[in-house]
């Protein structure tokens, strides 16, 4: 009976022995198991974090692009006021005047005598950016037109070129006027950003918003056979809305092709060049259709 009894304790002292080793291995097995997961998963997601972002997607990235455009112009009621007149000039057309194509385009000493558009671009959140833009246009009122007129001017002799409410402005003697150096719309938008074709060294990308912004033209104006002024000023204010085709290819060079449309409303264009109290004001719609070329990069390293 006795022997049956040590036999017993040692059989169960065996078997016990045996569970617990099996249970430390598996408990280890599991820690193993646990800690190699949870490696694999923050690897994957640190990968995943330095992985190279689309073109024109992630917060931090930038853009640059510099590019020429065309615009047009609705017609606009001219309000001039000054010592000895007050009158407007109604439904006045102008048209842009753009460079001859040639390696003015190209010089960078003659960039500004182009009709040229700039901008750089910070993508605050993923794809949206805060586009700070130039537009270079250029605004030439037609000399050759017949305009009514609505006012009073002292002097007899620009006041006998008025007749039956109308003016003919093809003599320049009564009027030029220009915004050739140029109708610079400094602007302030915010554009978001879609990609629609990813390739191999190759994305389309399509963007849409809208900006504001100052009118900082140099206008060339001569009325009444005064000296023609000549100067910069910040004369009002313009918005637009815009939308652009972006071809990005080797990961970031950029071929952008733009339309926009938009509202200036300058009060305050100066017209001679004396302290006179002498302005003109004019608000008219435009459009404008521009292309170029950029570059795009991330703030940020990735693999």
Excluded at 252 to 271: F, P, Q, S
Aim: glycine residues 8%; hydrophobic residues 35%; aromatic residues 14%.
């Amino acid at each position: 009976m006795k022997r049956l009894l040590v036999v017993g304790l040692m059989m169960s002292n065996f078997v016990f022995a045996q569970n617990k080793k099996t249970d430390t291995a598996n408990y280890n097995r599991s820690v193993e198991e646990d800690l190699s997961y949870l490696v694999s998963e923050k690897q994957q997601i640190k990968a995943e974090k330095k992985e190279k972002p689309l073109p024109l997607s992630k917060k931090g990235q930038v853009f640059v692009f510099y590019g020429w455009n065309r615009a047009a112009y609705s017609n606009s009621d001219i309000h001039f006021t000054g010592n000895g007149y007050d009158f407007q000039l109604n439904n006045v057309t102008a048209q842009d005047r753009p460079t001859k194509f040639g390696i003015v385009y190209f010089d960078p000493s003659w960039f500004t005598v182009t009709q040229y558009n700039f901008r750089i671009g910070y993508f605050i959140k993923d794809n949206l950016a805060l586009v700070l833009g130039i537009d270079h246009m250029k605004y030439v009122m037609d000399q050759n037109q017949t305009v009514g007129f609505k006012g009073h001017i002292s002097d007899p002799e620009y006041a006998a070129m008025v007749q039956n409410g109308q003016v003919n402005l093809a003599d320049e003697k009564f009027l030029t006027f220009e915004h050739t150096d140029g109708l610079n719309y400094e602007n302030l938008g915010l554009e978001k950003y879609k990609n629609l074709v990813h390739k191999k060294n190759i994305d389309l990308v399509w963007s849409y918003g809208a900006g504001i912004g100052f009118m900082f033209p140099k206008s060339n104006v001569k009325l009444f056979g005064n000296e023609r002024s000549d100067r910069f000023h910040v004369a009002g204010m313009g918005t637009d809305i815009r939308s652009s085709l972006n071809l990005v290819f080797w990961k970031n060079w950029m071929l952008r092709v733009e339309g926009k449309a938009g509202y200036i409303n300058m009060w305050d264009i100066k017209t001679t060049l004396n302290n006179k109290p002498d302005k003109a004001r004019q608000d008219f719609v435009f459009g404008q259709v521009l292309g170029g070329i950029g570059y795009t990069f991330n703030t940020k390293k990735y693999k």
